[in-house]
């Protein structure tokens, strides 16, 4: 199963994203398997999250857990990961 989430950044203290949602992630709490374009695999364990971010110069960032990418994306409080699926 899939839990989805979004971060809503009610101020943007780097000045790059703006505010308001500002990416769109998944928690897989099963192992999965991530497929490149250019033919590459990747086998990731149970835990591991993707963002997905929004904007002009849009990515996509995997994080082994929603905890590291709150370390870095949470700013102190500025950015809240919001669920959006119920556990």
């Not at 374009?37 to 929004?54: E, F, T, Y």
């Amino acid at each position: 199963m899939t839990r989805r989430f979004e971060l809503h950044r009610d101020d943007d203290v780097t000045g790059v994203s703006g505010a308001g949602v500002v990416a769109d992630g998944d928690l897989f709490d099963e192992p999965w398997t991530v497929r490149f374009p250019d033919g590459q695999v990747l086998d990731l364990p149970a835990g591991w999250c993707r963002i997905r971010w929004r904007g002009l110069r849009p990515s996509t960032v995997l994080w082994p857990s929603v905890t590291a990418a709150q370390a870095v994306h949470g700013h102190g409080g500025a950015t809240r990961f919001v669920w959006r699926d119920t556990e």
